[in-house]
């Protein structure tokens, strides 16, 4: 499987009042094409931070990346400028964040920010010379000082643009798209916005889509749905999929391969069958541990005891040794690196030191 992407010795860091938090430590990264790559881990171990490093989108004031590359089609993502990133953001890298409702605009119909980002994924590649302002003059009331606040009684999206924003609306599966353009983020439920949102991000035909727990805010039903359906759009539009998510249910439903991540690195690099069928890193065991197994006899959940270290603090040894049931005294001392214990299967742990 040809590499779209390569992260290597990816460092960032937040400055805070407590001093500067390595959120991503040195991490190493590969994603095939067409491929759906989970990344798991618990809260604060860099999932997200690795998502945004990807699209460029880290807050500039207080995140850095200090060191390491992303190659994306053999150019180095994270040494663009702002401008040149705008090329690569959506067109080519697109993002669906954790809670559509916060990521659009609650003024402006769906259906109409559907639109917009059709045409600045047009204007990238030269098929328009309109400009956004140009085409979204007909979606709003105007006066000599520009647009108005207010938007029309009815959404006046050309036609071009309309078959192709329920086009894209069809493909995410959302029941009478003709209706849900003309409504507000507002009038929609949570598993609505999302596909809106998924629909928005494919209208732009990237060849990355990262997903940041797209399913957190859902009930299960439609947290089915919508996994299902990133599952069917990878598969028909050939899309690389990068899903961050905390919940190791949901990547063994949807997932090729997954990626384990603790404080900032990456514990264990395993295709989504040997990580349940036979996980190599304690810390990958004791999250498989604390998942219900839906039987009576046996089911108690097991903990991990101990939370995440202080990522302002300088590591010594293995970040997970604190926690860890099985850590030796070389745990104290060196910190491990991802080795491959067995044909596409890495672990970070001393226990497969050879």
Known sequence: MANLLRISGLTVGYRTSRGMVRALDDVDLELGSEEFLAVV??????????????????????????????????????????????????????????????????????????????????QRKGSDQRTVGEVMQRLYRTDKSGFSRWPRLRSKIPRDLRDQVIEWLNLVRIP????VIERYPFELSGGMRQRVMIAMALSQEPALLVADEPTTALDVTTQAQVLRLMKEIKDKLGTSILLVTHDLAVASQVADRAIVMYAGRIAEDSNIYDLFSSPLHPYTQGL??????????????????????????????????????????????????????????????????R
């Open 41 to 122: 881990g618990e809260s604060g171990c860099g999932k997200t931070t690795l998502g945004l490093s990807i699209i460029g989108l880290l807050p500039p004031r207080s995140a850095k990346v200090t060191s390491g590359s992303i190659d994306y089609k053999g150019v180095d993502l994270a040494k663009l400028d702002p401008n040149e990133m705008r090329r690569y953001r959506g067109s080519e890298v697109a993002m669906i964040f954790q809670e559509p409702l916060t990521s659009l605009n609650p003024l402006v119909r769906v259906g109409d920010q559907i639109a917009e980002a059709i045409v600045l994924r047009r």
């Open 176 to 179: 009478d798209p003709g209706q």
């Open 288 to 353: 498989l541990s604390c998942m219900p197994t839906g039987t009576k006899e046996g089911s108690n959940l097991k903990p991990i005891p101990g939370s995440i270290p202080d990522l302002t603090l300088e590591a010594v040894g293995c970040r997970f040794q604190p926690r860890c049931p099985r850590a030796m005294d070389v745990c104290l001392q060196k910190d491990p690196t991802l080795m491959n214990v067995k044909e596409g299967h890495k672990a970070a742990c001393f226990l497969y030191e």
